[in-house]
């Protein structure tokens, strides 16, 4: 190859590779171009960039087309019935209302039948706007949604070929109007055979959720500014929204509830659980927040005490809703009462001295909340502290308690018999008499107990209660003295059955000596005696009256 055709393939070469990097340029530019005029068209097909931060919904899973019209759905809807109203259609609910309901209600359901109105793209019932004050009306829906669409006319007249219809607009939200819009559309009808200028509005969210939309009429600056529109047909495309929220479990206690929260026998626990949107998938339930059971059928709780149930759902979407606590208070046992008696024991079950009684009440679960006492069990008091019995006789004391649960204890009773007096008696020897010349004589007795009663008597011949055998009492017994002539004493003691002893009653008489009895013999010797005396003193009395 010469020098001038190396020359000449070196330019070929250098013109091909210059050609290639135009091309190279020229692609990377359309590329540019495609990209940036994408993204302006998707800008401009998206709502506002004011609009609020909304994980977008997939514009074609599960999505549904449902009509509102007015004529189906459910309730029955009938002319003249006025916003605020609702109609359901396909399981959504939508919700029609206007902020001047608050004053007169803005819209009504109206027809051909009622208005006279030809309008050729309405059918049967449609939304009337009953008086010209520039109306909105909002439309509540139950679910979210991605796209609506609905009829309009607006009522104006036709003013000649230049006379163009006013616009109407539509703003979706979601939840609230006074949130941020998802974004808006604006449409204006045209005009036909009909009177008044019809046309339909769409509006599409780009996936975006909204379940709110209001519809007006902005002002324009016109000769005759419309301020009345009216609404039929109105198809809305509802997409599932993502379910983020947590189902809510509900606890249901089934037992004796008494006082303060406590349940006063067993407790049946009812766990029931709701979600709105993917459904309850499961219930667990736990005792001490580590080990979970899955819920199947109620449970019941028999423990005393206080028991702390945990609770918690999961939705068929994975949503796990926060624990829920709830403690549960069983006490089933009653108070147990105990009664300390203060005194002096006498004998048997006969106190001698005033009784103080103090009461003291336990219960292991919920706690005391009274002690009462009565002494006829039908007027009670409160135990505050102890308290006296200091009459004499038999009193009945009855006492209970309750414990913070409402469980009253069975009533108790406590005997209570107090004798503080001593017997009292009297003795009498003969009946009275002053002296005898015995040594047995009868002894006239009397003894006296007003409480206990009583129960054993002594006798004594020197007063001194050394020996002497307590007996039984008696209205009379005969006593013998001891050897011995002169003032005979006979003591006497007398004892109740609570162990009192009265004070020492005595009673004395004179023992004399008695002369030894005269035989017959003696008797006659001693009349001869006083005969011979006799005859005697006769004889010296004659004998002194000779001289």
Partial sequence: ?????SESAKMKRNRLSTRNLMLVIVAVAVLVVAVVYASIHVLTATPPSTAPHITPLN?????TAITFDFDTGSPFLVEGQNTPLNQTSSGLTARFSSPSDLVTPAFSIQSYD?????????SGRWLYDNKPSRDSLDIKFSQHLTSINFTFATLEYHGGPTTEPSNITLTAYMNSTDTTPVGSATARGTFSSA????????????????NLVRIWIPYQPRPVSVTDFFVDNIVITATPAPDTTSPVTTISLSGTLGNQGWYKSDVTITLSATDDMSGVNKIEYSFDNAVWTTYVTSLTLTAEGTTTVYYKSTDNAGNIEAV????????????TTTINLSRVLGNGDWYTSTVTITLSASDG?????KTEYSFDNVVWTIYLSSFTITSEGTSLVYCRSTDSAGNAETVKTQTVKIDKTRPTGSIVINNGDASTTSTSVTLTLISNDAWSGVSEVRYSNDGVWDTEQWETTSASKTWTFTAGYGIKTVYYRIKDNAGLISATYQDSITLEAT???????????IILAIMAIGMGV???LFLKKRK
């Fill in 195 to 210: 009177l008044y200028p019809q046309g339909t509005l769409s509006f599409t969210s780009g996936g975006q959720p909204f």
């Fill in 59 to 63: 514009p074609t899973a599960n999505q």
């Fill in 538 to 540: 006769t004889a010296a």
């Fill in 324 to 335: 829920n606590v709830r403690a549960v208070k069983v006490d089933k046992s009653s108070p």
């Fill in 365 to 369: 679960v919920s706690g005391v909340a």
């Fill in 1 to 5: 190859m010469t020098t001038q055709q």
């Fill in 114 to 122: 009622t208005t006279f109105l030809v309008l050729s793209q309405f």
């Fill in 515 to 525: 002369q030894p009895p005269v035989s017959q013999a003696s008797q006659l010797w």
